[in-house]
């Protein structure tokens, strides 16, 4: 069975002669990133041999990628991780977890569904279909409450919403 595969970032760059790669890492650091052992680029495995965070960047040597032309066919190409490999603590959820969730008000009125996040430069947005389309950017206290298990989310809606 195939591991079930999460969208963790994308090679920007190469980064020396020797074929690594810079990653733009869509995880919560470059830092977290680093600790991947293996990442999938379109469909094939690549063992990580070693990565260090750059800045908000990732510079890693994967195995199989030994020249700067063979990094230079991974630039801009989604790096992928197992979705088995991701340490998650006690509360802690994936951002596509919430896709599918029942999104209801403070009140518990029924919005709709989460149907996906939206990166526009000024942050993560949630993207709710229901008798209308409604976004609620993720920073800002307006997410309240995400209960990934049980399927639902909260959110603090503007006035006229």
Not at 10 to 30: C, F, M, Q, Y
Not at 132 to 149: M, Q, T, W
Request: aromatic share 4%; net charge negative; glycine share 10%.
């Amino acid at each position: 069975m195939e591991p079930e595969l999460i969208e963790t970032g994308r090679i920007v760059n190469t980064h020396g002669l020797k074929g690594e790669v810079k990653i733009e890492p869509w995880a919560d650091s470059a830092e977290a990133f680093c600790s991947f052992e293996r990442l999938f680029v379109e469909g094939a495995e690549h063992k990580v041999e070693c990565a260090r965070a750059q800045k908000r960047f990732v510079i890693a040597k994967l195995a199989g990628v030994d020249s700067i032309e063979d990094a230079e066919k991974l630039r801009n190409r989604v790096v992928y991780v197992p979705r088995e490999d991701i340490e998650l603590k006690d509360g802690e959820f994936l951002m596509s977890d919430l896709i599918g969730c029942e999104a209801v008000d403070e009140s518990g009125a029924v919005l709709g569904r989460v149907t996906d996040i939206l990166t526009p430069p000024g942050g993560e947005v949630l993207e709710i279909r229901g008798e209308r389309e409604i976004l609620v950017p993720l920073n800002g206290g307006f997410l309240l409450d995400a209960d990934v298990e049980a399927g639902r989310v909260t959110v603090r809606l503007l006035e006229g919403m």
